[in-house]
């Protein structure tokens, strides 16, 4: 089976080359191993990339520098500043190689961002693909640079000491019309479905860091959330939602948890009050699910 990054772009030895040649796109990600251009660039600055190798991905471009044809790869770029609600970045990377049509991963040559190769189903739209991608990831907290929707754009060869490469990448076939929307979330119905729903939440907590718990009102009311829906099996939960506060304390957080629990009255406070919290706090949980069930299946 041929990989999908065996395909001929258009490289640039820098980028005001004005005579860039024909070269395959995995032999130029697999060959490019010049790490003091690189790490000259991470130390002092974009400005620097100016002198390294820069290459298309999306199509390969004839003499007007237009595209000839294209290759069925669409390039993400995701920029650290973009994405700064983010506290835990090597994340990112893990979320992205766990993508089943991520076909190559990589540092940019900045140092603080990442790329991502994807193979998509009809190249001549890229634009459809490049939106629907974009919607992805916006629905997990991930931005991406719109700089990729340009078919013709070019990138900087980078280093990565650890990349991530899949010849076997799956074709993304998933198309987004203007109009379609997020879907709008409603209350779990069985308590399987409420685990799969809290846990899910929890993750996009956990990864940027969210205090869902900022007053003694709303601390409360998440223990009573889950005593209610879980009882005992959502003191873990509390613990994990809790320990963003600043002034955590396992033993006080335990104890809270114990009265939470011990409450026959619970001031009509159910399972959806966790989740209206996590609304407000840009956690849609059920594009969370739908990303994740995308990935596995």
């Known amino acids: 089976m041929k ?10 030895n820098k980028v005001t080359d004005k005579n860039p040649v024909d070269k395959c796109l995995l032999e130029i990600i697999e060959g490019f191993k ?5 790490k000259k660039v991470r130390s002092e600055g974009a400005e620097k990339a100016k002198v390294l190798p820069a290459f298309t991905v999306s199509c390969n471009l004839g003499p007007d520098g237009k595209p000839v044809d294209l290759t069925g790869i669409i390039c993400l770029d995701f920029d650290l500043k973009q994405n700064g609600h983010i506290a835990n970045w090597l994340y990112v990377k893990e979320v992205l190689i766990s ?6 991963v990589s540092l940019s040559a900045s140092g603080n961002g990442y790329f991502m190769f994807v193979p998509v189903l009809h190249p001549e739209r890229h634009s459809e ?50 109009e379609k929307r997020i879907s709008v979330m409603k ?17 996009q907590i956990e990864l940027r860091e969210i205090d869902l718990t900022p007053t003694y009102e709303k601390w409360l009311n998440v223990g009573f959330a889950f005593a209610a829906e879980f009882d005992e099996e959502g003191r873990k939960y509390f613990h994990q939602i809790s320990q963003f506060h600043p002034n955590y304390s396992f033993e006080q957080c335990d104890e809270q948890y114990d009265r939470c629990v011990s409450r026959d009255h619970r001031n009509g406070i159910t399972i959806a009050t966790f989740y209206d919290l996590c609304s407000k706090n840009e956690i849609n949980i059920k594009s969370l699910i739908d990303f994740n069930h995308l990935l596995t299946n």
Do not use: M
């Open 99 to 104: 993508a089943p049509f991520a076909a190559f």
């Open 187 to 203: 209350p779990a119905h069985d308590l399987e479905q409420s685990i799969l729903w809290v846990e899910t939440a929890i993750q």
């Open 3 to 12: 990989s999908p990054l065996d395909t001929i772009v258009t490289l640039f």
């Open 34 to 38: 010049n790490t003091s251009a690189i």
């Open 129 to 178: 693909y490049f939106r629907a991608l974009s919607q992805l990831f916006a629905n997990i907290g991930i931005v991406i640079d719109p700089s990729g929707k340009d078919i013709t754009r070019r990138r900087f060869a980078s280093f990565d000491p650890d990349p991530y490469i899949n010849h076997n990448a799956e074709t993304f076939k998933v198309t987004l019309e203007p």
